[in-house]
C-alpha cells in the first residue's frame, strides 16, 4: 500500500502559513511585531523595529520596508477586508515611505510614525467583527 506525500495546505497548516484568518492573524501579528518592535531602544525604553533599523539606509532601506508593509495589506486582502479599509491601510504604508526617505527628518518619523502597528488594529478590528473566533486576549505593554 502506498503512502501518499503530505498535500501543502496539510503542512502549511501545520507551520502557520494555512490561509484560514486564525493563520493570517498570526503571520500578520510576527510581521508587525518585527518591523515595529523586535528590539527596544535602552535608557529610552522604546520599542524599534526592522522598519526605524532599516529606513535608516536611504532609498533601499524605505523600499524594503514598504514591501514589507505592503505584504500586511496583501494578507488583509485575503481577509476580505473593504476595499476602504484597504485604501487606509496603503496610505499608512504610502505615508511612512514617502516621509520616511526624508533625511534626518524621515528618521525620526520613522520612529513615531507606526504604520504597521496602524495597520494591524485595523485587521484586529475587522477580525473581531467577521472572524470572532480569532481574537485573543492581548497582553499589556509595559
Do not use: C
Not at 539606509?57 to 505584504?71: C, F, H, L, N, Q
Not at 500586511?72 to 496610505?91: D, H
Not at 525620526?108 to 481574537?135: C, M, Q, W
Amino acid at each position: 500500500m502506498a503512502v501518499s506525500p503530505p498535500r501543502f495546505d496539510d503542512v502549511a497548516a501545520l507551520a502557520g502559513m494555512g490561509r484560514d484568518p486564525a493563520s493570517v492573524r498570526a503571520r500578520i501579528e510576527a510581521m508587525e511585531a518585527l518591523l515595529e518592535r523586535i528590539i527596544v531602544i535602552p535608557g529610552v525604553r522604546q520599542p524599534v523595529g526592522l522598519d526605524f533599523i532599516v529606513g535608516l539606509v536611504p532609498v533601499v532601506g524605505d523600499v524594503i520596508t514598504a514591501m514589507m508593509g505592503a505584504w500586511i495589506v496583501w494578507e488583509a486582502r485575503n481577509l476580505g477586508m473593504s476595499k476602504f479599509q484597504l485604501a487606509r491601510m496603503a496610505a499608512n504604508v504610502g505615508v511612512d515611505t514617502l516621509l520616511g526617505a526624508v533625511p534626518m527628518v524621515g528618521d525620526a518619523f520613522d520612529f513615531f510614525y507606526r504604520s504597521n502597528s496602524r495597520n494591524l488594529k485595523i485587521i484586529k478590528r475587522h477580525l473581531e467583527k467577521h472572524h470572532p473566533g480569532t481574537v485573543t486576549i492581548d497582553m499589556p505593554r509595559r
